[in-house]
């Protein structure tokens, strides 16, 4: 049984989630959550970038629908705080070890 995770959107919602760490085509990690109720995909919290990430690192989407996902992940242990950034488009992409 996976743990359950309590999440509140940047709406007030409140989702109670697992999470599951994936892989992108390009072998670099992917955090997945999920609606622990059915199991449909909530979200998916990385993206996937060009640059190259070390061994454990993931890059965080925390903007736009995924707003808030960081400090999420941070606060439930599932990745330490971004050690450094990337730029892209308009967004700075944290880069952060996963735990």
Known sequence: ??????FVSQF???YLLFIRTETYND???RIQLYDSK???PYATATSSIKENLEQGEVAIKDWSENQG???FLVQNK???EPHRFVESG???I???ELI
Do not use: A
């Open 94 to 96: 944290p880069i952060c």
């Open 78 to 80: 599932i990745v330490k």
């Open 69 to 71: 996902i960081l400090d």
């Open 90 to 92: 308009y967004v700075k």
């Open 38 to 40: 059915d199991g449909t």
């Open 27 to 29: 072998g670099k990690i």
């Open 12 to 14: 007030g919602e409140r």
């Open 1 to 6: 049984m996976p743990t359950i995770f309590s």
